[in-house]
């Protein structure tokens, strides 16, 4: 197949996803198992893409000042932060990783 035919396929299959979330009974929405499932698909697909843009340099790992950042902001997250100083603090991290020399 070639790139097209999987983008369109790909474009069919959210379409046919998203039309089946309309076409489900509310009662099978309600469930908590439901919400549940959608919370922890969320948190996990944000933490792999996450990790997968700090880490990743192609095919292969990057271990630089971004893995440093990313440390100490979820230190910042863990310690109840506000938003900013975490954003700050992953900042502050990743300078001080590139000035003592981590690319």
Do not use: E
Request: overall charge positive; charged content about 10%.
């Amino acid at each position: 197949m070639s790139l097209w035919s999987w983008v369109l396929l790909a474009a069919g299959m959210a379409f046919l996803t998203k039309l089946a979330g309309y076409l489900l009974p509310q009662s099978w929405l309600d469930r908590p198992i439901v919400a549940d499932l959608a919370g922890a698909l969320t948190v996990g697909l944000l933490a792999s893409l996450t990790v997968l843009n700090t880490v990743g340099k192609g095919q292969a790992l990057a271990l630089d000042s971004r893995l440093l950042a990313l440390g100490a902001g979820a230190l910042a997250l863990w310690l109840k932060a506000p938003y900013l100083v975490v954003v700050l603090v992953g900042a502050l991290a990743a300078a001080a990783g590139r000035a003592v020399g981590l690319p």
